[in-house]
C-alpha cells in the first residue's frame, strides 16, 4: 500500500463546469502521475510531476491543467469539462523504478 | 519513441489451466524496465511483476514469470495454474530509467472459466 488517495471518487459534472480532481500520498514521493483510462487505449498519462511546482505535459494533456503546492497533493484541473474527458482517472507514485495507483476517479461529463 | 503492444485483447481460459499473454515493445533505450499490472474488476491496478532489462534471468512471483526476450522485445507473462481470482485485465508496460514515465498497452482481457 503506497498510501494513495482521491478524491472524489465518483463525480458526474456538466459540460463547461470547472472540475478539480486530488490526489494525496502520504509518504513523500518526488514523482506523482495523472493517467485516464478509457476502453480500448489503455492508461494515457495526462501530466506528471518531479517536485513542487515542477511538472510537465504527458500524452493527452490538452483540457487539462494541474498544480503540485505541496509535496503530498497533485491535483488535476478540467478548466471547463468536455464530453470526451468522461474517464477513469488515476493518479500514481514512483517508487524505485515502480508505479503505484490510486483507486481511481469515475468521471462523468453530461 | 516508445511502443507497446498487446495483441491479445481477449482470452479466455479453464481454471488450473496455464496461459500465456503476449508483450511486445519498441524502444531504442538499452537500460529499462518492464512490468505486468493487474486490473480486476474493482479497478485498482496492481503491480503483478517487474523485470529489469539488465538481468537475464526472468522475473517470478509464485504463479506468474515471464519470458523476456531481450533481443526479440517481447516481454510475456505466464500464470500457472490458473484460478479464478485471475479473472483482470492484464496490462504490460515499459519505463526507461531516464525519465521515470510509464508506456501502457491497451491491455488484454482474461476470464478465467470455472
Known amino acids: 500500500d503506497a498510501g494513495i488517495t482521491q478524491s472524489p471518487r465518483h463525480k458526474v459534472t456538466e459540460t463547461g463546469t470547472p472540475v478539480t480532481l486530488r490526489c494525496h500520498q502520504t509518504e513523500n514521493h518526488r514523482y506523482m502521475y495523472w493517467y485516464r483510462q478509457d476502453p480500448g487505449h489503455g492508461l494515457r498519462l495526462i501530466h506528471y510531476s518531479y517536485g513542487v511546482k515542477d511538472t510537465d505535459k504527458g500524452e493527452v494533456s490538452d483540457g487539462y491543467s494541474v498544480s503540485r503546492s505541496k509535496t503530498e497533493d497533485f491535483l488535476l484541473t478540467l478548466e471547463s469539462a468536455t464530453s470526451s474527458q468522461t474517464s477513469v482517472y488515476f493518479c500514481?507514485?514512483?517508487?524505485?523504478?515502480?508505479?503505484?495507483f490510486g483507486p481511481g476517479t469515475r468521471l462523468t461529463v453530461t | 519513441a516508445q511502443t507497446v503492444t498487446q495483441s491479445q485483447p481477449e482470452m479466455s481460459v479453464q481454471e488450473a489451466e496455464t496461459v500465456t499473454l503476449s508483450c511486445t515493445y519498441d524502444t531504442s533505450e538499452n537500460n529499462y524496465y518492464l512490468f505486468w499490472y493487474k486490473q480486476p474488476p474493482s479497478r485498482q491496478m496492481i503491480l503483478v511483476i517487474r523485470q529489469e532489462a539488465y538481468k537475464q534471468q526472468n522475473a517470478t512471483e509464485n504463479r506468474f514469470s515471464v519470458n523476456f526476450q531481450k533481443a526479440a522485445k517481447s516481454f510475456s507473462l505466464k500464470i500457472s495454474d490458473s484460478q479464478l481470482g485471475d479473472t483482470a485485465m492484464y496490462f504490460c508496460?515499459?519505463?526507461?530509467?531516464?525519465?521515470?514515465?510509464?508506456?501502457f498497452g491497451k491491455g488484454t482481457r482474461l476470464h478465467i472459466l470455472p
Open positions: 508496460a515499459f519505463m526507461t530509467n531516464r525519465d521515470d514515465k510509464i508506456i
Open positions: 500514481a507514485i514512483s517508487a524505485e523504478y515502480e508505479q503505484y
